[in-house]
C-alpha cells in the first residue's frame, strides 16, 4: 500500500501566484481531509470530503482556498491568489468509512510564499 | 466535542514504558478517544482508538477509566523512533457528516538513550 501521496512536497512561491497541492488518498477509501500547520496555529482542519462531496469546510481561511474532489482517487486544494501567511505544511488525509476508524495521513507539503 | 488536557511534555528512558495521560472530564457517552502522534517533520499517524473498553493494537495500549473521563496511552516499550508529539482527541462515532479530528497541542514525548 502506498499510502496517501501528496505532491509536490516542497512549493515556494510569490505572493500573488496561484498554488495548487495535489493528493491521492488510499485506494478504497472513502473519507479525505485537508489540514494546515504552522506553528502559531498548530495543525488545522480546513476542509473534508465524503464519497467525493464536501462536507465541512468551515475551516477554510477564506475565498482564496478552494478544493475539488473530481473523483475518489484525486484532490487539489488551490489558493489563488497567495499570500506570505499562507505559509505552511499542508497535509491530506484519508479513511476508511468513517466509523470510528483512524485517518492516514499524507508526508504534507510545504508550502512558502514569499 | 470535549476538550482534552495533556502535559506538555515527558522523558521516557529507552525501552521501559512510556505512559501518556489524557483528562476528558467532559466527555459525553458516544465519544471515542483517538491518538495520534507526530513525528517531526512527518504527517501525524494515527495509533488507536476506544471508547469504553481497554484496546490494544502493535503499537501501543488505550486504558480508559471506569468513569471515561480519563484515558492512558501506553507504549510498552520505548524506542528512539517513539520521540514524538502524541495527540489525545476524544471525537464523536464518526457518522456521516461527523468527522472532524481537533488537535491540541499534544505532549511532546522524549525518548531518552
Known amino acids: 500500500d502506498a499510502g496517501v501521496i501528496q505532491s509536490p512536497r516542497h512549493e515556494v512561491t510569490e505572493m500573488g501566484q496561484e498554488v495548487t497541492l495535489r493528493c491521492k488518498p488510499i485506494?478504497?477509501?472513502?473519507?479525505l481531509f485537508w489540514y494546515r500547520q504552522t506553528m502559531m496555529r498548530g495543525l488545522e482542519l480546513l476542509i473534508y470530503?465524503?464519497?467525493?462531496?464536501?462536507?465541512?469546510d468551515s475551516g477554510m481561511p477564506e475565498d482564496r482556498f478552494s478544493a475539488k474532489m473530481p473523483n475518489a482517487s484525486f484532490s487539489t486544494l488551490k489558493i489563488q491568489p497567495s499570500e506570505p501567511r499562507d505559509s505552511a505544511v499542508y497535509f491530506c488525509?484519508?479513511?476508511?468509512?468513517?466509523?470510528?476508524?483512524?485517518?492516514?495521513f499524507g508526508p504534507g507539503t510545504r508550502l512558502t510564499v514569499l | 466535542d470535549a476538550k482534552t488536557t495533556q502535559p506538555t511534555s515527558m522523558d521516557c528512558a529507552e525501552g521501559r514504558a512510556a505512559n501518556l495521560p489524557c483528562n476528558h472530564s467532559?466527555?459525553?457517552?458516544?465519544?471515542?478517544v483517538y491518538w495520534y502522534r507526530q513525528i517531526h517533520s512527518q504527517g501525524p499517524q494515527y495509533i488507536i482508538h476506544g471508547l469504553k473498553n481497554n484496546e490494544t493494537n502493535e503499537m501501543a495500549s488505550l486504558i480508559i477509566t471506569e468513569d471515561r473521563k480519563s484515558s492512558t496511552l501506553i507504549l510498552p516499550h520505548a524506542t528512539l523512533r517513539d520521540t514524538a508529539v502524541y495527540y489525545c482527541i476524544v471525537r464523536p462515532h464518526a457518522n456521516f457528516g461527523n468527522e472532524k479530528l481537533t488537535f491540541g497541542t499534544g505532549t511532546r514525548l522524549t525518548i531518552i538513550p
Open positions: 470530503f465524503n464519497n467525493n462531496v464536501p462536507i465541512d
Open positions: 488525509a484519508s479513511s476508511l468509512n468513517s466509523l470510528a476508524g483512524g485517518q492516514y
Open positions: 485506494s478504497g477509501h472513502n473519507s
Open positions: 467532559t466527555i459525553s457517552g458516544n465519544e471515542y
